[in-house]
Structure formats: C-alpha cells, structure tokens
T-cell receptor, first 115, second 116 residues
C-alpha cells in the first residue's frame, strides 16, 4: 500500500521555467511533509519541509504548497537552473511517539532543466 | 563538520556471505535509520532506532540485522537470507522528537552493494 503518491515520474523544463511536482497522501495523521533533493551517487538532502498548520512555505526559489482538505502538497521551483537537475522525493511522517516518526517516501521525480 | 559517514562506498557480496555496512554520525542525534533504494523506487525503511540499545523493524527488515551499542553508530548487516541484496543503502539520523512532532532526517551518501 503506497501511502504517498508522487507525480510526475519525470519532468523536463527549460531554464527559467517553473517545474511543479505533486504528492498526495492518505494518512490524515501525517504531520510533517519534507522534500528531498538527490543527485546521482549521493544521499538525499533535505530541501524544504512544511507542517499542516500552514498552506505555503517558501525558502529561496523553492516553495511548498499544502492543501490539507485535498491531502495534497506540491513543490514549485522558481527560475529553475540546470543545476537543479536531480531527483526529488516527497515524504511524510506522523508524530505522537512510539513507532511513529517513520518517513514514508514517494517514488521520486527525475527533473531535467535544459540550458 | 558534523555529518553522517557511510562506509564503504561500494561493497560486493559473494553468495552465502554476510556483509556489514557502517554508519557513523557526529550530529549527536538520538535516532538513526537504514533505508534501501532501488532504481525508480522511493526509499524503503529497513530498521530504525530511537535510542541506544533499542531498535525496531521497518517495512522490509527480512534478511537484515542491526545493532545500536553506541549513540553515534548504527551498523547494518545484510545476511545471506536476503536473496536480492543489490541496492543503494542509505543511513539517516534525526534529533530526538520533541513535543510529539517529527524531526528532519539527514542522510549519508550511501553504500552501493552488489552481488559477485
């Protein structure tokens, strides 16, 4: 059972474009939604994260939009650059102690930004 | 610099052999995690530990074992019972959860395991 569904699988944009990656989740107990960026042969790096008490968070050129009622969140990359070409993963976890706090990942989106 | 160190970067396993992947962190994080990444897949949780001398199975623990004798170390053993071990293995750590809220996880640069 995939609890976090990510789309699209791959995305190609021109430099300066605004790629948008979408994720949908099922578990309403999730309380933390991070995005990770991964380059080939490297571990994922935390890019930006949001909690469900806000609808949008911006850090530099990266913005998360969060729609609690639709159980969806998305990553927008403003003024994309070739150096942004990487695989992006969304994830979700729930707090509350015990066996919680496990991150559930989407399957990733391979972003290519052409010069 | 604080961070997570995984070694070796590449590892080869022979049939019937157990191999151990190292993960060390100097971030003073309480929690540590092991994930497996396959091409075109997200990360799947193998084992995690919230505190020294305690760990829990993740979603795909069969064929793997771990120990957590020290706060900074969380080695993963891929046993001969794991029939499809070829994958990219990632270790992560996070601060102790506070106020019941999840904390960000930080990753090492992985170990790529292949079968000879």
């Amino acid at each position: 059972q995939q609890q976090v569904k990510q789309s699209p699988q791959s995305l190609i944009v021109q430099k300066g474009g605004i790629p948008i990656i979408n994720c949908a989740y099922e578990n309403t107990a999730f309380d933390y939604f991070p995005w990770y960026q991964q380059f080939p042969g490297k571990g994922p790096a935390l890019l930006i994260a949001i909690r469900p008490d806000v609808s949008e968070k911006k850090e530099g050129r990266f913005t998360i939009s969060f729609n609690k009622s639709a159980k969806q969140f998305s990553l927008h990359i403003m003024d994309s650059q070739p150096g942004d070409s990487a695989t992006y993963f969304c994830a979700a976890s729930k707090g509350g102690g015990g066996s919680n706090y496990k991150l559930t990942f989407g399957k990733g989106t391979l972003l290519t930004v052409n010069p | 610099d604080g961070g997570i160190t995984q070694s070796p970067k590449y590892l080869f396993r022979k049939e019937g052999q157990n191999v151990t992947l190292s993960c060390e962190q100097n971030l003073n994080h309480d929690a540590m995690y092991w994930y497996r990444q396959d091409p075109g897949q997200g990360l799947r949780l193998i084992y995690y530990s919230q505190i020294v001398n305690d760990f829990q199975k993740g979603d795909i623990a069969e064929g793997y074992s771990v120990s957590r004798e020290k706060k900074e170390s969380f080695p993963l053993t891929v046993t001969s019972a794991q029939k499809n071990p070829t994958a990219f293995y990632l270790c992560a750590s996070s601060p102790r959860t506070g106020g019941g809220f999840s904390q960000p996880q930080h990753f090492g640069d992985g170990t790529r395991l292949s079968i000879l």
